[in-house]
């Protein structure tokens, strides 16, 4: 599955799904998020009963609010809308592996 990058407006009809819904919120001049990014591309092209995305919070200032997204990287995980779960700081692949399948 191809990486899908959201924005304000395909931001709430993504994570309005019945599967297990992943939000990178990251930043382009974020040293974490960089090492982060590939660990992400790679757990989407790979995803199987869930689904991954990002989001640049300095393009979607209200969303990031909205969600209180105070430090990144932060990972939020979604069922039918809610937050379940919600990871802050640079997790390696492993991790959010353990963290997806825990939560699927």
Not at 11 to 33: G, M, N, R, S
Not at 36 to 62: F, N, R, S, T
Request: hydrophobic share 40%; charged share 30%; proline share 4%.
């Amino acid at each position: 599955m191809e990486l899908k990058h959201l924005d304000d407006k395909s931001f709430k009809d993504f994570i309005d799904q019945k599967e297990l819904t992943i939000v990178d919120f990251f930043a382009t001049w974020c040293p974490p998020c960089k090492m982060l990014a590939p660990i992400v591309e790679e757990l989407a092209q790979e995803a199987e009963g869930y689904q991954i995305a990002k989001i640049d919070i300095d393009q979607a200032i209200d969303i990031a609010n909205e969600y209180g997204v105070m430090s990144i990287p932060t990972i939020i995980f979604y069922k039918d809308g809610q937050e379940i779960q919600r990871l802050v700081g640079f997790r390696n692949k492993d991790e959010l592996l353990d963290e997806i399948n825990a939560l699927k």
